[in-house]
């Protein structure tokens, strides 16, 4: 069966430090792999998506940017984080043209 | 995906009763509905999806209806209970890689 992972749970950063969250999906080949955020109370917004490795489509310009270095691996990063960078980050994987499978999320808090 | 705004629509039911959450989508071309439940501090969980061919689709407590005359999807939960209590999503695509998620719905069940 697949599992996706996301690490770390949650974390609290400076404005201004950097930032890697990781991702990685076990159990399956060639996924398609997807960031969203999650300000409270909010609904899901596409931060970027993946369909194969060096593969990146960036959904909102901002701060952040996206790598897979390898198939089932997505990272998140950011050189300087803002205030407003902070929130429930959420990858997510999927088949192409199928559903998306949400790993537990980091909760970001930047201060 | 959609951001909104801080005030999720609430649906508050009795343990018991059958809870009915609706979702109005927007592109007539979508071919694939998902719904899914998020929990507090959690990743949205699959719960079940639906594809245009077919206009009601069951799993264990769970129906989805599609209407697509009126572009519109509802998730009817049976005898809903206590751990049920979440935010629901409806999500469409048309074909591509990408998810549009709708409004989120919060659900609240009283014992």
């Known amino acids: 069966s697949q599992t996706i992972h996301q690490w770390p749970a949650t974390l609290v950063q400076p404005v201004g430090s950097p930032l890697s969250l990781e991702c990685t999906v076990e159990g399956t080949s060639n996924p398609n792999l997807y960031w969203y955020r999650q300000a409270a109370g909010r609904g899901l917004q596409l931060l970027f998506y993946?369909?194969?490795?060096?593969?990146i489509s960036s959904e909102v310009p901002q701060n952040l940017s996206a790598s897979r270095p390898q198939d089932r691996q997505f990272i998140l990063s950011s050189k300087k984080l803002l205030l407003s960078d902070s929130g429930f980050y959420l990858c997510a994987w999927s088949v192409p043209t199928d559903t998306q499978y949400f790993g537990p999320g980091t909760r970001l808090t930047v201060l | 995906g959609e951001s909104v705004g801080l005030h999720l629509p609430t649906l508050s039911v009795q343990e018991g009763d059958n809870s009915i959450i609706n979702c109005a989508y927007s592109?007539?071309?979508?071919?694939?509905f998902i719904w899914y439940k998020q929990e507090s501090g959690k990743g949205p969980q699959f719960i079940i999806d639906?594809?245009?061919?077919?206009d009601k689709r069951q799993g264990q407590r769970v129906t989805v209806l599609l209407n697509k005359t009126v572009k519109h999807l509802s998730l009817q939960i049976a005898a809903t209970q206590p751990g049920d209590s979440a935010v629901y999503f409806c999500?469409?695509?048309?074909?591509?890689?990408?998810?549009?998620f709708g409004k989120g719905t919060m659900l609240l069940v009283s014992p």
């Open positions: 993946s369909v194969g490795i060096g593969q």
């Open positions: 999500a469409e695509n048309e074909g591509y890689s990408t998810l549009t």
């Open positions: 639906i594809r245009s061919n077919m």
């Open positions: 592109n007539s071309a979508s071919d694939y």
